[in-house]
């Protein structure tokens, strides 16, 4: 292993730990490679292995196991062939062992997007195991490590609303609850020339709500694009968000309408309600437990005092022919705790902002509504998805610090029926207010999430900022979504999401030359 | 040809049920009854197993129900008080063994909605099932009958003989798994059949936890009463005992009698503690996954069945590690067209299943036309080694049901299940002649009242008329005991006749001949079998340009 002199440290302001997510920052130290800075400021001479603990996320999330699979995880429990297996068109560059860790990678780029605010020119990134491991301005590859070149690189894009994968059935299922997840709607045998198609593109990461067109779209996951990989080992958050839709009833009368809006404050207060019963249980039980705890020692203090007084009574009975009894034991009920509900559940950390709730509306009347009731529930984190109507609302929806999820889709490209307002400049308009603007391609077709950086090119081209646009597809996603310790940007420790680009990203003569997915080069042009 | 039979049967039979059916359950199972005594079979060649060598001019001796001898005439020796089926023209063949069929029942598919493993199929067999018949027919005589594809976790299946007239004379095995489905049932999609498929075991688990719960609080609760009133404490003995279920366990559910327990939880609490065996409907290779994980997961993997649509050829590989067997419902071959270039993809599933090593079963699709011999004939055609393909219908299903020890071949000790055929079991001009059922002579077809009469023309005794020349009132003025009006009628049809419409001649002609034949039929009863075949084609052939 070659002896790196002085690293430029970059990348190892973590996230801001707020209050919302409890995603701690990733713990990353360059530790093979001495002298290297690591993320606490001090060298470090770690072992490899120490790099590599289980994300936050996975620690946090409740989902189900597969949810909280990470790619090291992989390792012990082989998956070879599971996905590879339904990809048989794959090709045979794919035939790389999914449990087996990524060779390493070096990458050199002319300019790095650390994030999108944060440029490095002229950085050499390590990718080792699958992570971000070192970034440096003088960093020089190891031996027998592929060397890998780009005029630009910066991370993955995340496509925050996509349907790719999604089992056709799950589409639109209004049976789907809060509580269905969409990894039980995601088809393991999705064509793989599609998932390249979209790589090709640039996005690596993508959310997955299960009934996206129905009422209730369900416990959201952010799965990563890899051709090879099982997709239980390409979920990066089993529980990233629940969805809920509004636009079902858009051509319904203004009652309708209204009930509609009612629904989603209902579900968000039912889930409160929940809360506040089970937290109100939890207390009951504790103060019961404490008495009961209190009355046994006394009982126990007194049992022979007990026993003598039984038996006293038992022999004046048999004395005066009479009939004993038994002194009538008193003492308060155990509280009974709420009934269990797996929705409810759900919904109550949704209310206590544990989740965002993705809200999908677009007319002017419903978000109205949403935002005159947004007061109501302070916890809850919400996310507006849509919004075409959502123009007149900008200043309260950045004073609400309401996320806004747009797909800038032309006019009869996707969603006939909600675009009919639509305009190509709305993310600009939100943005110039302060919002805090996501891209998606919102699509219902498995192939919609290839246009993604298309769309952002579109709202470039109606006055979004290209780094603000960069940061709708990376950061913005990850923070949201709470999966910015993994993806979205380029940093220490980080998943090595990376794309590699001759170019500006979105511009026009760009082209996408490697895409790397969880440090895996899977598409190379 | 075979496969015509059965079709020109069906079409006969629809007219003729109700009419035929006591006659053909006294044909079918009034056979010589031998369950508790001896029975001897003399067959020109004995196949014991999809892969042993054939014993020519062999016999079979079975003794209550069981075969208590089998190999060489001159090596096995036949007891003197054994009725003797001597065949020599014959070859004798394991009975077959369907892992997986959703028939013969009052109605395949319950509410899909609820959850029923407290219910069974037993409740729902109809022992005098058309279906049940057709199984002898061809050869069938071990069936198990489970539920439907259209469910979240249906009732408790069965395993049958496709002989008796009583539910209980027709067990073999009870109960015999309970049936789930993975794929989305009516109305559902993937993910909520899949919430639902595990909210049946997370709901158990909470179930069992709060009843235990409930034990401990009460009790706790009776000591303080007794440290009250001065009472000595008594031991509290436990009366259940501890969960078993290699997955999870919740603990203290030995303070929990079993009778205490939910009927309608106690069959999800065998299946977790591994006492039930499951069968997994899946349609589509997404549902594989999921089949998995939900029976891993719960710990009943080891006992669990895959049921599974052609598709899921594209899950063989975690079927393969999975160590899990599968029952292939469909066609033998699964056709895929590639959206971009719009070429057919054919994939032939059983070679897929053999080559990664999945122990598989074949089924008759829910149909007779389909029949096990026939799927398996089919495999042969597409590639598959003949012992797999054989092994497919007869030991691969015993295994799967567990019945490995009684069915799928014939050997000492093992249940007297015998197809007497008329040539090798693959081949299409082959006849189920004769089957035995645990010693019982439960199928002749000589005197299988709807073979004879489509093959033979033999009309039943004592029945109406059967086909739609003789419900014809042109032609039919009498029952023929009036023989001076049938006379006149005769008279009448030859006048019709001269009068020269050719329509009719021919049919005349067709009539001739299969008149000619029948004497043929007589003399030879399985020796001449291509000729049958031919005379069955005919009259199916004639009936359908008549009709």
């Keep these: 292993m070659l002896a790196i002199a002085s690293l430029l440290v970059c990348g190892l302001v973590p996230e801001p730990a707020s209050a919302i997510s409890a995603a701690a920052p990733h713990r990353a130290a360059p530790g093979s490679h001495p002298g290297a800075i690591t993320a606490s400021g001090t060298p470090s001479n770690a072992l490899p292995d120490a790099l590599f603990d289980d994300p936050p996320e996975a620690a946090k999330s409740s989902g189900k196991s597969a949810g909280k699979k990470t790619a090291d995880e992989a390792d012990d429990?082989?998956?070879?062939?599971?996905?590879?297996?339904?990809?048989?068109?794959?090709?045979?560059?794919?035939?790389?062992?999914?449990?087996?860790?990524?060779?390493?990678?070096?990458?050199?780029?002319?300019?790095?997007?650390?994030?999108?605010?944060?440029?490095?020119?002229?950085?050499?990134?390590?990718?080792?195991?699958?992570?971000?491991?070192?970034?440096?301005?003088?960093?020089?590859?190891?031996?027998?490590?592929?060397?890998?070149?780009?005029?630009?690189?910066?991370?993955?894009?995340?496509?925050?609303?996509?349907?790719?994968?999604?089992?056709?059935?799950?589409?639109?299922?209004?049976?789907?609850?809060?509580?269905?997840?969409?990894?039980?709607?995601?088809?393991?045998?999705?064509?793989?020339?599609?998932?390249?198609?979209?790589?090709?593109?640039?996005?690596?990461?993508?959310?997955?709500?299960?009934?996206?067109?129905?009422?209730?779209?369900?416990?959201?996951?952010?799965?990563?694009?890899?051709?090879?990989?099982?997709?239980?080992?390409?979920?990066?958050?089993?529980?990233?968000?629940?969805?809920?839709?509004?636009?079902?009833?858009?051509?319904?009368?203004?009652?309708?309408?209204?009930?509609?809006?009612?629904?989603?404050?209902?579900?968000?207060?039912?889930?409160?309600?929940?809360?506040?019963?089970?937290?109100?249980?939890?207390?009951?039980?504790?103060?019961?437990?404490?008495?009961?705890?209190?009355?046994?020692?006394?009982?126990?203090?007194?049992?022979?005092?007990?026993?003598?007084?039984?038996?006293?009574?038992?022999?004046?009975?048999?004395?005066?022919?009479?009939?004993?009894?038994?002194?009538?034991?008193?003492?308060?009920?155990?509280?009974?705790?709420?009934?269990?509900?797996?929705?409810?559940?759900?919904?109550?950390?949704?209310?206590?902002?544990?989740?965002?709730?993705?809200?999908?509306?677009?007319?002017?009347?419903?978000?109205?509504?949403?935002?005159?009731?947004?007061?109501?529930?302070?916890?809850?984190?919400?996310?507006?998805?849509?919004?075409?109507?959502?123009?007149?609302?900008?200043?309260?929806?950045?004073?609400?610090?309401?996320?806004?999820?747009?797909?800038?889709?032309?006019?009869?490209?996707?969603?006939?029926?909600?675009?009919?307002?639509?305009?190509?400049?709305?993310?600009?308009?939100?943005?110039?207010?302060?919002?805090?603007?996501?891209?998606?391609?919102?699509?219902?077709?498995?192939?919609?999430?290839?246009?993604?950086?298309?769309?952002?090119?579109?709202?470039?081209?109606?006055?979004?900022?290209?780094?603000?646009?960069?940061?709708?597809?990376?950061?913005?996603?990850a923070r949201v979504f709470d999966v910015s310790s993994r993806v979205g940007s380029v940093e220490l420790g980080r998943d090595a999401d990376l794309l590699l680009l001759d170019g500006e990203p979105f511009a026009a003569s760009t082209k996408v030359k490697y895409v790397l997915s969880g440090g895996d080069v899977v598409i190379e042009e | 040809m075979k496969h015509l039979r059965s079709t020109a049967q069906r079409l006969v039979s629809r007219g003729t049920r109700r009419v035929c059916v006591l006659a053909a359950a006294a044909a079918l199972c009034s056979g010589a009854a031998h369950a508790d005594g001896k029975l001897a079979i003399k067959a020109g060649r004995i196949v014991t197993a999809p892969d042993a060598p054939v014993i020519e001019k062999g016999v079979i001796v079975i003794e209550n129900g069981r075969i208590a001898a089998v190999g060489k005439d001159k090596d096995v020796k036949i007891p003197w008080d054994a009725p003797v089926i001597d065949a020599p023209h014959a070859t004798a063949f394991p009975g077959y063994v369907e892992a997986h069929v959703s028939r013969g029942m009052d109605r395949p598919n319950e509410s899909p909605e609820i959850v029923i493993p407290f219910l069974t199929v037993r409740d729902s067999i109809d022992p005098v099932n058309f279906f049940f018949e057709d199984c002898l027919r061809s050869g069938i005589t071990t069936i198990n009958v489970q539920q439907g594809n259209d469910c979240i976790v249906a009732a408790q299946g069965m395993v049958v003989r496709p002989i008796g007239l009583t539910i209980d004379d027709m067990a073999v095995k009870y109960p015999a798994g309970v049936k789930m489905s993975a794929s989305p049932r009516r109305g559902a999609s993937a993910a909520t059949q899949a919430q639902s498929l595990r909210r049946v075991f997370s709901d158990l688990r909470r179930y069992l936890e709060q009843l235990v719960q409930d034990k401990k609080d009460g009790s706790d609760r009776a000591r303080r009463e007794a440290l009250y009133q001065g009472r000595d404490l008594e031991g509290e003995k436990s009366k259940g005992r501890a969960m078993e279920g290699s997955a999870w366990k919740v603990q203290g559910l030995e303070l929990i009698p079993r009778g205490e327990i939910d009927e309608k939880q106690e069959p999800l609490l065998a299946l977790v503690e591994g006492k039930l065996p499951a069968f997994i409907w899946c349609g589509r290779p997404a549902d594989v996954h999921l089949a998995i994980e939900v029976a891993r997961e719960n710990g009943f993997l080891a006992r669990t069945t895959l049921v599974i649509d052609p598709s899921c050829w594209k899950a063989a590989d975690v079927i393969a590690a999975a160590k899990v067997p599968v029952v292939l419902q469909g066609n033998v071959l699964h056709l895929e067209i590639d959206p971009l270039t719009g070429k057919e993809v054919e994939t032939f599933v059983p070679k897929v299943l053999h080559d990664k090593k999945i122990p598989f079963a074949l089924s008759s699709l829910n149909s007779t036309n389909q029949a096990l011999w026939f799927q398996a004939a089919l495999c042969v055609g597409h590639g598959l080694p003949r012992a797999a393909a054989l092994a497919a219908v007869t030991t691969a299903p015993s295994k799967i049901l567990g019945l490995d020890k009684r069915v799928g071949s014939l050997e000492v000790g093992k249940d007297g299940n015998v197809l007497l055929l008329s040539g090798d079991p693959l081949s299409v001009t082959t006849w189920v002649e004769r089957v035995v059922i645990e010693g019982r002579d439960a199928y002749d077809r000589s005197k299988d009242v709807r073979v004879q009469h489509l093959v033979a023309g033999k009309q039943p005794a004592n029945t109406a008329a059967m086909n739609a020349e003789e419900l014809d009132p042109s032609k039919v003025c009498c029952d023929g005991s009036d023989e001076k009006a049938h006379a006149k009628h005769l008279e009448a049809q030859k006048r019709a006749a001269d009068k020269g419409e050719g329509g009719k001649d021919d049919e005349k002609k067709g009539d001739d001949k299969k008149d000619e034949k029948k004497p043929d039929e007589k003399k030879g009863d399985g020796s001449h079998e291509g000729h049958d075949h031919g005379d069955g084609a005919h009259a199916d052939g004639a009936e359908g340009a008549r009709l």
């Excluded at chain 1, 504790?286 to 005092?305: N, P, V």
């Excluded at chain 1, 034991?329 to 989740?355: M, W």
């Excluded at chain 1, 498995?446 to 950061?475: E, F, N, V, W, Y």
Aim: overall charge neutral; some cysteine; hydrophobic content about 40%.
């Design chain 1, 77 to 477: 429990k082989p998956k070879a062939g599971e996905k590879a297996a339904g990809k048989s068109e794959s090709a045979g560059d794919d035939a790389v062992a999914a449990d087996a860790p990524p060779p390493p990678v070096f990458i050199k780029a002319g300019k790095l997007y650390a994030r999108p605010d944060r440029v490095l020119e002229g950085v050499g990134i390590l990718v080792e195991r699958g992570r971000v491991v070192a970034i440096g301005a003088e960093l020089q590859a190891p031996k027998d490590v592929r060397k890998l070149e780009a005029a630009v690189v910066c991370a993955g894009f995340i496509d925050g609303w996509s349907s790719f994968a999604l089992d056709p059935t799950a589409w639109g299922d209004e049976r789907v609850s809060p509580s269905s997840s969409a990894l039980d709607a995601v088809d393991p045998y999705v064509d793989p020339r599609w998932e390249r198609e979209i790589l090709r593109a640039g996005v690596t990461s993508y959310r997955l709500q299960a009934a996206a067109g129905a009422r209730v779209g369900g416990l959201c996951a952010l799965l990563r694009l890899h051709p090879t990989r099982a997709t239980a080992d390409s979920v990066l958050l089993g529980d990233s968000s629940v969805g809920l839709s509004l636009a079902v009833s858009r051509s319904g009368d203004v009652f309708e309408r209204a009930a509609e809006t009612e629904r989603v404050l209902g579900a968000i207060a039912e889930g409160w309600g929940y809360l506040e019963e089970k937290n109100e249980y939890k207390h009951e039980l504790a103060e019961w437990e404490k008495k009961i705890a209190e009355k046994r020692k006394e009982l126990d203090d007194g049992f022979k005092k007990a026993k003598k007084d039984r038996e006293k009574a038992e022999a004046e009975a048999k004395e005066k022919g009479g009939e004993f009894k038994e002194k009538e034991y008193k003492e308060d009920k155990k509280p009974k705790a709420p009934r269990y509900d797996e929705d409810k559940e759900v919904l109550a950390r949704v209310a206590n902002g544990e989740l965002p709730l993705v809200v999908e509306a677009h007319s002017a009347v419903q978000i109205r509504s949403l935002l005159a009731s947004a007061d109501r529930f302070k916890r809850a984190r919400l996310v507006l998805a849509g919004a075409t109507e959502a123009a007149p609302f900008a200043k309260q929806l950045a004073e609400h610090r309401i996320a806004v999820l747009i797909a800038p889709t032309p006019l009869g490209f996707y969603r006939d029926s909600t675009s009919a307002n639509a305009s190509l400049a709305l993310a600009a308009e939100l943005e110039e207010a302060g919002v805090e603007v996501l891209l998606g391609s919102g699509g219902p077709s498995a192939l919609a999430s290839r246009d993604l950086p298309l769309l952002a090119a579109l709202a470039i081209g109606h006055g979004m900022s290209p780094q603000a646009a960069l940061a709708a597809l990376t950061t913005r996603p």
